[in-house]
């Protein structure tokens, strides 16, 4: 009876250790909304994302390297206010074996019509990100960007993404894809598919 509470509370540490770095490693694939501005006169946008990730190597590899699944769908919903030069936004995601709830903040340091370069922070519960978003636009209604981050979780902490948005004229829509890539030492790397659809008011 008197050794019970210290085998529970080792066995209560090692859930909590496991759970933790499950979590930790489970930050979301991608950080939406895309960092391209909204059309003037709109201040706020809802959409949802829809992203796929695929491990490069043997998916037994990455299970046991990371103690997640690495590939498979995963859906976010989201809402940003610009103000500014400044974005602020909040998004629900899941999928992956991961739930969670995240804000972003992104500042644009370079804001001209047609280019912009931005300073990119996402935060949520056991993960963080930072990001340099910079793009351009090749018409009125579409832009293309690169987004690199670093970010502060297990799984993926290197990514690379690139994306295409498209704003139909008059229609307060906004529809974008992006392709990403993502580094983690010691696992087999992977890449994500990203599909997003937002309407600005």
């Known amino acids: 009876m008197g050794n019970s509470a210290p085998r529970v509370a080792r066995w209560a540490i090692a859930v909590l250790a496991v759970t933790y ?42 299970v046991v ?63 963080g990100a930072v990001g340099l978003p910079a793009g351009i636009a090749i018409s009125d209604e579409v832009w293309l960007y690169v987004s690199p981050q670093v970010r502060a979780q297990l799984l993926a902490p290197f990514r690379l993404g690139a994306g295409v948005t498209w704003r139909p004229p008059e229609k307060g829509l906004r529809l974008g894809a992006e392709l990403g890539a993502s580094h983690t030492p010691g696992v087999p790397a992977h890449v994500d598919l990203s599909v997003t659809l937002g309407h600005e008011f």
């Open 21 to 62: 770095f499950a979590l930790w490693a489970c930050g979301p694939a991608t950080f939406g909304p895309p960092p391209t501005p909204m059309a003037d006169g709109n201040q706020h946008e809802l959409g949802v994302t829809t992203t796929w990730l695929e491990s490069i190597g043997e998916q037994e590899s990455c």
């Open 65 to 127: 390297a990371s103690g997640v699944v690495c590939r498979g769908p995963s859906l976010a919903a989201w809402y940003r206010f610009q103000t500014g030069r400044a974005d602020i936004g909040v998004s629900l995601f899941g999928g992956n074996f991961n739930v969670g709830v995240g804000m972003q903040f992104r500042a644009r340091f370079i804001d001209e019509p047609r280019v912009f370069w931005a300073l990119q922070l996402d935060a949520g519960f056991l993960y």
